[in-house]
Nanobody, 122 residues
Framework: QVQVVESGGGLVQAGGSLRLSCAAS????????MGWYRQAPGKQRELVAT???????NYAGSVKGRFTISGDNAMNTVYLQMNRLKPEDTAVYYC????????????????WGQGTQVTVSS
């Protein structure tokens, strides 16, 4: 069994900072990459930032320069440091892990966390 668990959401004033954490655990053979996505009310889920097992990062244009994604050496924990937050950053933030579970017939799939609410007040 594989679990992906986020933490660190909350309420913050515009201009403030928050740090989200995400941990993948369980019977994992390998992790190709992890990332953060968000979904605001009435909108589709969108990419925020990703990091590959090789350390390559990718950011949405709307967060570039304000958000930083990082991971530990084992790449089973990732963080999203969010600075200079804006009201439009308000959303449920989801962590995703592209990983291969242990098992002879397993394949790489995307596993999602349950989401954590981030609310930025103006």
């Amino acid at each position: 069994q594989v679990q992906v668990v986020e933490s660190g959401g909350g309420l913050v004033q515009a201009g403030g900072s928050l740090r989200l954490s995400c941990a993948a655990s369980g019977s994992i053979f390998s992790i190709n990459g992890m990332g953060w996505y968000r979904q605001a009310p009435g909108k589709q889920r969108e990419l925020v930032a990703t990091v590959s097992s090789g350390g390559i990062t990718n950011y949405a244009g709307s967060v570039k320069g304000r958000f930083t994604i990082s991971g530990d050496n084992a790449m089973n924990t990732v963080y999203l440091q969010m600075n200079r937050l804006k009201p439009e950053d308000t959303a449920v933030y989801y962590c995703a892990a592209d990983l291969r579970p242990r098992g002879l017939l397993s394949r790489t799939e995307r596993y999602w966390g349950q989401g954590t609410q981030v609310t930025v007040s103006s």
